[in-house]
């Protein structure tokens, strides 16, 4: 598919892809009927967003004889290097091993997408990769930021394109967060996620950084699983609405916890 500007009719719900090696970018942007995409055996490429903005996509799928690639619970994987590299709104990401990266850009834009689960076998996420994902409300991750137990690009907001001037780019829907890997909370990795209501921390986490939640100021809630073992200085500074928190026994130092109001 070209480069051209295409102005798709509003009774367009599905596109059957037979032949070509590659989809360009932002080859079906703004087609906001679009419901399901099946790609052909040929593709060796995709470039950036294709699916930009087309918050009816619900399923995505790659012919089963296409070599570079191949589909499960509505995702386009490259098989040989386990990166998923396109997403849709009704995405399940593979938990049996496939999948190993989220490429940069594989579900920017999909503002249908309302809830994703990203399982422990991925253990790198891109920059970017959820930008602009304006109705997420719910999300489960393995780790906070690019890699797990990265020691930088350790902000929660880097997947979304998170950076300096702009600070923490989350979209203002997402409420709800679970960490579920092996892995510490970095310092500073929830700074100035604003609009977070409640966060659950699981069993596999052992560890909460210093000012991990800082200036979280809209966080109401936080339940923290067993396995955490000390959380640091100023862990939950700032954090205005915070009415509840959940801590485990199991936790041996506590090194600062804000007056609850």
């Known amino acids: ?29 703004d ?34 004889n296409n070599t570079k690639f191949h589909s499960k619970g509505n995702c386009i994987i490259e098989t040989a290097t386990k990166t998923l590299v396109q997403g849709c709104n009704n995405s399940v ?14 579900f920017k834009q999909l503002t249908g997408l309302k809830k994703i689960v990203i399982p422990n076998s991925v253990t790198r996420i891109e920059e970017y990769a959820f930008y602009q994902c304006n109705s997420l409300e719910e999300m489960t991750i393995p780790f906070v930021g690019n890699t797990l137990n990265g020691t930088s690009n350790t902000n929660f907001g880097y997947i979304f ?18 960490i579920t890997g092996n892995c510490k909370l970095p310092m500073s990795c929830f700074d100035g996620c604003k609009s977070l209501k409640e966060v659950i921390i699981g069993e596999s986490v052992y560890g909460i950084d ?12 936080v339940t923290i699983g067993s396995g955490v073992k000390e959380i640091q200085t100023g862990a939950f500074s700032d954090c205005s609405s915070l009415k509840e928190i959940i801590i485990p026994s199991t936790v041996a130092a506590v090194l600062f916890i804000p007056a609850l109001l």
Do not use: M, Q, R, W
């Open 93 to 106: 990401i593979p938990d049996d091993g496939s999948v190993k990266t989220i490429d940069s850009n594989a």
């Open 210 to 221: 210093a000012f991990a939640f800082l200036d979280c100021e809209g966080l109401e809630k």
């Open 1 to 29: 598919l070209s480069d051209l500007f295409i102005v798709y009719p509003n009774s367009l719900k599905k596109v059957i892809v037979t032949g070509g090696s590659s989809i360009a970018t932002e080859a079906f942007a």
């Open 161 to 178: 394109g998170y950076n300096i001037t702009s600070h923490c780019l989350l979209p203002t829907s997402l409420k709800k967060i679970t």
């Open 31 to 64: 087609c906001k009927t679009l419901e399901s995409v099946v790609l052909p055996s040929t593709l060796t490429s995709i470039g950036k967003t294709p699916f930009a903005k087309c918050e009816k996509l619900s399923s995505i799928s790659v012919n089963k």
